[in-house]
């Protein structure tokens, strides 16, 4: 039996649409290798919502959110001026925009929280996220600003796959690039921003990348990108903050990561093409391929010295010549009929085993001319 | 003298995290040290629940383990080549600090270590905490567990100098020598999570990244030697302790994060006014430059109407606003510098070129 409580309809509602939101705009971030750009956002935006807080007094999810997008805004474009102007790489301009900017938001923090009229104010929730708390006028502040994002998203469709892929094609087209570059930045925030009370500032970044990362897996086409990163975010933000919401102590931001994070696991291992167990398959089938190869050939050289080219020979002696156990490969070899196993230990040539083994060694050395 | 105290430890601890932080810089990692920090969260709270004491130097040696695994399950997941490297960074620290904060929060939120001192710290607390042996007061313990690591960083930094700038710089020259870059880089990421450790009681898990990353970039800003970047970075590093602890107690507030706000506050600086990467010294340059080429061209303008017929009408300051489409004001700052340089003579709106204004033509036409 299922009852709908009211709260839990909000938290579930409002974790899905940001983990929907970010999901989307996270491909975008993910593929133009932007991901720990997110990173330095979600830090900077700290100061933001205390700052909000400190100049209105006034705990509405508007003026933190405005707030928040502000100095989340003004990181981000700190970073480029600084990769833009100065020696220091991105990593640098990163490392120093998140930390600095969230060492300043700790202390409005403090500010704010010696403050006795506002040391109710909740604030600290925005730190490790809080389903909890989240009231249906932040779900409303959060469905309105994620819905504009999506839709300037489908909008923009085509002018951000392109500044996504080939910036240079695209200024080529006449695409103001570095204006577009602007606007994908400042959608990213928003969406950053929307999660931020579930989340929160210290989490949010895997948000944006998680879902994008296990996207990614599955598919290269972009559009079947942006869908399932968005789906993949939806759903863990719905099953995570159910989680957090359910069990006592379970804190939000760090249930709805693992939550993410076990998708990327899984998608990283068992995509079909991409998954990295496939490819480990294909690994070991390519070296039995080659070792049972490579011992057809050694067979053909015995072959090529006895008088009867189909004479049966020890397995340590082909061990030995193969440099390396024999048995799984004469197995291989057996199965395909190009081996017999007369008695014991001893392994001799097929007729067909035969012609396959001039075939391999024209394959592996060129021909027989390449080594008479 | 708690507050003495405080600086001296702030002090050594910033100081110990800016040794590595410079290498970081160089080497373009510094984010791993952002990664490193997080993930030693899940060493500390696991050794923690174990030990159950959060002073334990067996602590250290666990969540330095837990730095370098995130290290090395990240270059792992970057080599599978499935995600780009940003994108790897990204999410295997957020996985390691997520079951460090969920494990707080479910077994350890009633003792000393809970939310509060994951981001920020006790370094208020820290002079409570003494070390006592002999019968004498040694002081605060924290700096008895920080200043081995920072002596062990010196010590490193000391030995390994010419290693570090040579893969910094060439890690390619580095290994075509011999040296294995992977080894150092290791090594490198080693100091990196004790110093983190270390520093995680004073200042908490992610300001260390700033102490470790900020002086440095700040320093990077203002000098292109390496023992200059290091002396710097120290200088930085004292200088915001001693500040921020000040700020501290001035508005009461977080210690840490003021010590931080205040490295923040030099690289400000240091990003506007660096005599040669600094924005403010960016622009003027700029602006001097685009006014010293339009000098020049306007004596190139002016050599070729010479002894013509029209030169009356042409070169005039007038003709400089239309013909050229310079900006009333900005003809005014190209005129002024003509004269300053005695390059052109004016007489009211009328310009002619003097013999130094010719030759300068003669010589950019030639250029």
């Known amino acids: 039996m299922i009852t709908l409580d009211y709260t839990l309809m909000v938290v579930g509602l409002g974790s899905t649409l940001l983990g929907l939101v970010s999901g989307v705009l996270g491909s975008f971030a993910v ?7 997110g990173d330095a956002i979600s830090h900077a935006a700290l100061p933001g919502i205390c700052l909000g807080f400190l100049v209105t007094m006034d705990k509405s999810p508007i003026f933190l959110v405005l707030g928040a997008i502000f100095t989340g805004w003004v990181g981000a474009f700190l970073v480029s001026l600084i990769v833009k102007n100065t020696v220091l790489k991105q990593d640098a301009a990163l490392g120093v925009i998140l930390s600095v900017f969230f060492g300043f938001g700790l202390v409005l923090l403090t500010l704010i929280q010696s403050i006795p009229a506002a040391s109710q104010s909740g604030l600290e929730s925005f730190l490790f996220g809080s389903a909890a708390t989240l009231l249906k006028s932040d779900v409303i502040v959060m469905s309105v600003l994620g819905l504009i994002v999506l839709s300037l998203t489908s909008i923009f469709w085509k002018e951000f796959k392109l500044i996504s892929f080939d910036t240079e094609f695209a200024a080529t087209l006449g695409l103001p690039t570095s204006k577009l570059d602007l606007f994908l930045n400042t959608l990213i925030v928003i969406s950053i921003v929307i999660g931020l009370q579930t989340v929160g500032v210290v989490l949010m970044s895997a948000l944006i990348i998680a879902p994008a990362a296990a996207a990614r897996q599955w598919t290269d086409k972009l559009a079947h990108m942006v869908l399932l990163s968005g789906f993949f975010g939806a759903l863990s933000g719905c099953i995570g903050a159910m989680l957090s919401a359910t069990i006592p102590n379970l804190p939000t931001g760090p249930t709805i990561v693992i939550t993410i994070s076990v998708f990327v696991f899984i998608s990283l291992l068992f995509a079909p093409n991409r998954g990295l167990v496939w490819g480990y398959i294909r690994h070991l089938k390519d070296r039995n391929n080659i070792r049972a190869k490579t011992m057809l050939a050694n067979l053909r ?3 090529e010295r006895d008088t009867d080219p189909f004479y049966p020979h020890e397995l340590s002696a082909l061990t030995a010549i193969g440099r390396g156990p024999a048995k799984k ?16 230990n001893l392994w001799g040539l097929t007729e067909s085993g035969l012609a396959a083994s001039k075939l391999v060694e024209a394959e592996m050395f060129g021909g027989s001319d390449a080594i008479s | 003298m708690p507050f003495l105290d405080i600086i001296i430890l702030a002090s050594i601890i910033s100081v110990g995290c800016v040794l590595p932080g410079v290498f970081l810089v160089l080497r373009k990692v510094a984010l791993m040290s952002d990664a490193i920090s997080h993930a030693i969260l899940l060493g500390i709270v696991v050794g923690f629940l174990i030990i159950k004491d959060l002073h334990s130097p ?22 599978s080549r499935r995600l780009k490297k940003d994108a790897a960074i990204g999410l295997i620290f957020p996985v390691f600090f997520s079951l460090g904060v969920i494990l707080i929060n479910k077994f350890a939120s009633d003792v000393h270590l809970d939310n509060d001192a994951v981001l920020l710290g006790e370094i208020a607390y820290s002079p409570l905490n003494r070390l006592y042996a002999f019968g004498m007061d040694l002081g605060p313990m924290a700096i008895w567990i920080m200043l081995p690591i920072l002596l062990v960083n010196i010590l490193f930094i000391y030995s390994f100098y010419k290693e570090l700038k040579l893969i910094s710089f060439d890690p390619g020259l580095a290994t075509a020598l011999g040296f294995s870059p992977s080894i150092l880089h290791y090594a490198l990421m080693s100091l990196v999570s004790i110093t983190a450790v270390g520093a995680f009681n004073a200042v908490g898990s992610i300001l260390v990244v700033a102490l470790m990353i900020t002086p440095p970039a700040t320093a990077y800003l203002l000098t292109e030697r390496v023992s200059k970047m290091i002396g710097i970075s120290i200088l930085i590093a004292i200088l915001s302790s001693i500040l921020g602890v000040g700020l501290a107690i001035l508005i009461d507030a977080s210690i840490a994060g003021c010590i931080v706000t205040m490295t923040g506050v030099f690289f400000l600086l240091a990003l506007c006014f660096s005599p040669q990467q600094g924005l403010v010294f960016k622009y003027f340059f700029a602006k001097k430059q685009r006014i010293l080429f339009a000098a020049h061209m306007l004596l190139v303008h002016m050599s070729s109407h010479e002894g013509t017929s029209n030169e009356s009408e042409e070169n ?3 003709n400089m606003t239309t013909h050229m489409r310079w900006t009333e004001r900005f003809s005014k700052q190209v005129s002024k510098l003509v004269v300053q340089h005695n390059w052109v003579k004016r007489d009211k709106g009328a310009l002619s070129l003097t013999p130094l204004g010719r030759e300068t033509a003669r010589s950019v036409i030639l250029r």
Do not use: C
């Open chain 1, 31 to 37: 593929l133009r290798k932007q991901s720990l750009l």
């Open chain 1, 301 to 303: 050289l015995f072959s």
């Open chain 1, 329 to 344: 490969a004469m197995a291989e070899l057996h199965e395909q009929g190009f081996v017999v196993n007369p008695e014991g």
């Open chain 2, 58 to 79: 067996l602590l250290i040696v666990g969540a330095a383990l837990a730095g370098i695994l995130t290290v090395f399950l990240t270059e792992m997941l970057i080599h």
């Open chain 2, 316 to 318: 005039t300051i007038r």
